[in-house]
């Protein structure tokens, strides 16, 4: 099946700083990236749809200008907590999904554990 | 305000017997359904998706869908210690063609007894 990685899987900042995650599909083209978040002992929350070359399409309450999504190829997209807060603090997921892809084709990433001191 | 109900659990189930998964939705717009399975710290699988209402069968795994209770649900088979994790149900827009980001439930977490 198709891989989709991320980087980094485990990061740890100071309140204040900008922390950017990568996600890329190894082995397809993905027209379509989809941004998760995870609390603990919560459901994934789904925070943006990036499609490659446009602008990010974010869900209702999640601040576009606090999280910026770049799908600038159709292997990569990076999202970028800006000004993060312990509140941040989350597990967030990139899923993909390629060209003719489908929700049943959406491939997600191994996720990136995000701690906010 | 879609929402996809589930409950948290524990289910505690005998080693062998059948496990049995519930869910419910609120969107009758949806078109797609999934079960995914993940276990703690890591990022969620796809186990199965249904589009269609009835049975759907792999494996040791049957998805149930029943679009007029807005029901999805997940048996699964001569349940093994491995199976024990965190099921998740999701929703999504779309059946075949056209992707799109999925509305996800709590997660029912189960426990298969040795």
């Known amino acids: 099946g198709a891989v989709v990685s991320q980087h980094p899987s485990w990061v740890i900042c100071k309140s204040g700083t900008s922390v950017k995650i990568e996600c890329r599909s190894l082995?397809?083209?993905?027209?379509?990236m989809f941004w998760y978040r995870q609390f603990p002992k919560q459901s994934l929350m789904l925070m943006a749809t990036s499609n490659e070359g446009s602008k990010a399409t974010y869900e209702q309450g999640v601040e576009k200008d606090k999280f910026l999504i770049n799908h600038a190829s159709l292997t990569l997209s990076t999202l970028t907590v800006t000004s993060a807060h312990p509140e941040d603090s989350s597990f967030y997921i990139c899923?993909?999904?390629?060209?003719?892809?489908?929700?049943?084709?959406?491939?997600f990433g191994p996720g990136t554990r995000l701690t906010v001191l | 305000q879609k929402e996809v109900e589930q409950n948290s659990g524990p289910l505690s189930v005998p080693e062998g017997a059948i496990a049995s998964l519930n869910c419910t939705y609120s969107d009758r717009g949806s078109q797609s359904f999934f079960w995914y399975r993940q276990y703690s710290g890591k990022s969620p699988e796809l186990i199965m998706f249904i589009y269609s209402n009835g049975d759907k069968e792999d494996g040791r795994f049957t998805a149930q869908l029943n679009k007029a209770s807005q029901y999805v649900s997940l048996l699964i088979r001569d349940s093994q210690p491995s199976d024990s994790a965190t099921y998740l149900c999701a929703q999504g827009k779309y059946s075949g063609g056209g992707a799109d980001g999925l509305t996800f439930g709590k997660g029912t977490h189960l426990i298969i007894q040795p």
């Open positions: 082995d397809f083209q993905a027209t379509t």
């Open positions: 899923s993909a999904t390629g060209l003719a892809g489908s929700s049943d084709t959406q491939y």
